[in-house]
């Protein structure tokens, strides 16, 4: 079940800095790099859920 919550964080977490790299901080200088770090974290949720379902976590 914790699992299952974690992944939950991360994808909001990833949601919240892909929205706001899209919205108001648009014109900020790194909002590229904030870019990769939402899609890092998609990526690590992503990996999560095909090692529970796997069987491997």
């Known amino acids: 079940m914790a ?3 974690f992944f939950v ?3 909001l977490s990833a949601t919240f800095v ?3 790299s ?5 014109a900020a ?8 770090v939402a899609y890092a974290q998609y990526a690590a949720a992503l990996l999560l859920v095909l090692a529970r379902v796997t069987g491997a976590a």
Do not use: Y
């Open 18 to 20: 892909l929205m706001l």
């Open 3 to 5: 699992l299952w919550v």
């Open 22 to 26: 899209r919205g108001p901080l648009r």
């Open 29 to 36: 200088p790194n909002a590229g790099a904030l870019r990769t």
């Open 9 to 11: 964080f991360i994808v």
